[in-house]
């Protein structure tokens, strides 16, 4: 059985992504400050960066994929340049049907309609026996936990307060954390942790 992660960057109110996602702010108005370790500290926490894209597939929701809502329109092709950090499969949950997405580096989106069950049962058979992470917003961490399919939760919080946004707890049934590994910098803190569900 594959093992499945969850790696997220959080501030201290327990906030994932900002209010109004547009173009001109990918997660949400406020987010850069929540993500500055990421990059003034890129050498620092080069070994957390890289554990982001290790899996050998990933799923994620279609507000981490985009800013389009309803139907597909245009030629949206994420976030990323013609060479996503993904490298391998990508399992985009949606409502709207839309052909796979080949792109650079061994990175194709596929995007499933038929929910999180689904979207994992494809990524185990894409992952072989290397492991599986799931990947934002809040809402996709949610539906995977609430679901019991979450081994491990890697969050990076960032000591700031965002005040709005949408938080990663909420309406999360329950389960307890277990750390595992804790590291910090300057700008963020690092904890690994076992997630075990309340049966």
Do not use: C, K
């Amino acid at each position: 059985m594959n093992y499945v992660t969850a790696d997220l960057t959080i501030s201290l109110d327990g906030f994932v992504a900002g209010p109004r996602q547009s173009l001109e702010h990918p997660m949400g108005e406020g987010t850069e400050r929540l993500h500055r370790w990421q990059f003034e500290q890129a050498e620092e926490n080069a070994a957390e960066i890289a554990a982001i894209v290790e899996a050998g597939a990933f799923i994620m929701g279609r507000n981490m994929f985009g800013p389009i809502r309803g139907e597909w329109e245009g030629d949206w092709q994420g976030w990323w340049d013609e060479n996503p950090p993904y490298h391998a499969p990508v399992y985009v949950l949606t409502h709207y049907p839309r052909e796979p997405l080949v792109m650079q580096g061994g990175t194709t989106f596929y995007f499933v309609t038929d929910g999180v069950e689904s979207a994992m049962e494809q990524a185990r058979t894409a992952a072989g026996s290397a492991s599986i992470s799931i990947g934002g917003g809040a809402d996709t961490i949610r539906q995977f936990l609430n679901a019991g399919l979450i081994d491990e939760l890697s969050l990076h919080t960032s000591p700031i307060l965002l005040g709005e946004g949408e938080r990663l707890f909420d309406g999360v049934s329950a389960l307890a954390l277990e750390p595992l590994s804790a590291r910090s910098t300057s700008l963020v803190t690092h904890v690994r942790y076992r997630v075990t569900y309340a049966r």
